[in-house]
Each structure stands twice: as C-alpha cells, then as structure tokens.
C-alpha cells in the first residue's frame, strides 16, 4: 500500500485546514487508518485513528472535539479534518495504514505497517 499525505500549510489559529491522504494498491478496506503528527524536536504521536469501516473512531485528548477522522473506501481516502487549530498542533502529519480484524483500533505507532510521506502544518499566533 502507497499513501500519499496532502493538504497542509500555514494556517493562523483558529482556522481549519482538511488533511487527504489517497491511498494506491492493496485492498484499502483491510486497514484502519491512522494520523500522527512529529513536531520538531519531538516522538510521533497518534492523533486520531478510524477503523475499516469509518464506524470507529479514537483521537488523542489533546485533538478531540476540534479534529474529525473520516474516510471513503470508495476513493480510497481518508481525511482529517481540523478546526480551531492551536500554535501546538505545528508539526509534520502523517498517515498510516494498520492492517487489522474487524473493527480494532490501535493507537501504537509500530503496528502500523504502511506511512504517507507526510505534509506540513504550521499554525501561527
């Protein structure tokens, strides 16, 4: 599986930005979906996850309520779209696939097996 992250840029707070990430070979309905995000100087950490189906969500309590995980299995994408963007959501974001049974969700960044390039987002004061 190929995943190609777009969408990010510099965006003042309390904007929103919508993050993509297309996905090419492989069967796109085996994985759940995931976005982590490394700031400089930082681990990668989970941000939101969506399960096969997009029935299932989980988020990081530092993004809950403003940022929204979704996905079309038909396109083969998923999407993250964030509001009421903070200086510290600054970082580089990534999206990974995970392949999983059913509707599991993790949040451990090392069982994802496949990662977007990755896109930036700045968010300035």
């Known amino acids: 599986v190929q995943l190609q992250a777009s969408g990010g840029g510099l965006v003042q707070a309390g904007g929103s930005l919508r993050l993509s990430c297309a996905a090419s070979?492989?069967?796109?309905?085996?994985?759940?979906m995931g976005w982590f995000r490394q700031a400089p100087g930082k681990e990668r950490e989970f941000v939101a996850v969506?399960?096969?189906?997009?029935?299932?969500?989980s988020y990081a309590d530092s993004v809950k309520g403003r940022f929204t995980i979704s996905r079309d299995n038909d396109k083969k994408k998923v999407y993250l779209q964030m509001n009421s963007l903070k200086p510290e959501d600054t970082a580089v974001y990534y999206c990974a696939a995970d392949r999983v049974i059913s509707s599991n969700l993790r949040i451990d960044k090392a069982h994802y097996e496949y990662w977007g390039q990755g896109t930036l987002v700045t968010v300035s004061s």
């Open positions: 969506l399960s096969r189906s997009g029935s299932t969500t």
């Open positions: 070979g492989g069967t796109f309905s085996f994985y759940a």
